[in-house]
């Protein structure tokens, strides 16, 4: 089945900066990679998504990219706030039949933005 | 109102007892899905619905059963708690579609004593 690898586990940055997780895949039919933020007593929302078509996806100070040969993706947040302090992950997902789509998660990333 | 309700929110249970975590959707979707998480092992699937009539085993369903009540609720049993069971329960939804959001709960912190 599908394997997805994060890193880092966590990660501090000082406000204002920039922040960079990546993933890796094992599946190359994976067509379908969501990211999720998790904020503390709550549950994973999705904060951007990309479909193997696309190369690069950005919303606001928000982007992710998808290198499909290499089977890696990466989020990117720019000029960090302290509200962006969370936890992230990342998706897999493909066609698993019946229509579906069965996503696989990796371990998530402790962001910590310092003011 | 929340899109995915789950309760309780927090249950602290002893080794042995049966537990029953519900989870309730007002997204009208037919896929629901019970996943728990451990810190540092992210989230990892126990069962899927894609109707009342379809229940699917996920990756980590061993100690765990599921009952789709109607479309809208999907609860998940724990037939005789243990230890290890302690984690955070997370109940989703989804149209099942590529690129359609899974909306997740906010969760149940479980705890086996």
């Known amino acids: 089945g599908e394997n997805v690898e994060q890193h880092p586990s966590t990660l501090s940055v000082q406000e204002g900066d920039s922040a960079v997780i990546k993933c890796t895949y094992s599946?190359?039919?994976?067509?379908?990679f969501p990211w999720y933020k998790q904020e503390l007593g709550k549950g994973p929302q999705l904060i951007i998504d990309i479909r193997s078509n696309v190369g690069e996806k950005k919303d606001q100070r928000i982007a992710v990219t998808l290198n499909k040969t290499a089977k890696h993706f990466s989020l990117h947040i720019t000029e960090t706030q302290p509200e962006d302090s969370a936890v992230y992950f990342c998706?897999?997902?493909?066609?698993?039949?019946?229509?579906?789509?069965?996503?696989?998660f990796g371990k998530g990333t402790k962001l910590s933005v310092i003011p | 109102d929340a899109d995915v309700t789950q309760t309780p929110r927090n249950r602290i249970t002893k080794t042995g007892k049966r537990i029953m975590l519900e989870c309730s959707q007002t997204k009208g979707h037919d896929r629901m899905y019970w996943y728990r998480q451990d810190p540092g092992l992210g989230l990892r699937l126990i069962y899927y619905?894609?109707?009342?009539?379809?229940?699917n085993k996920g990756e980590i369903s061993d100690g765990y059963s599921v009952s789709r009540q109607a479309q809208a609720k999907f609860s998940l049993s724990l037939e005789s708690a243990i230890p290890n069971q302690t984690a955070l329960y997370f109940c989703?939804?989804?149209?099942?579609?590529?690129?359609?959001?899974?909306?997740f709960g906010p969760g149940t912190r479980l705890t086996v004593l």
């Open positions: 998706a897999a997902s493909k066609n698993s039949g019946a229509g579906s789509y069965q996503l696989t």
């Open positions: 619905s894609f109707d009342v009539k379809d229940i």
């Open positions: 599946d190359s039919a994976s067509n379908y």
């Open positions: 989703a939804t989804t149209t099942g579609l590529v690129g359609d959001t899974q909306y």
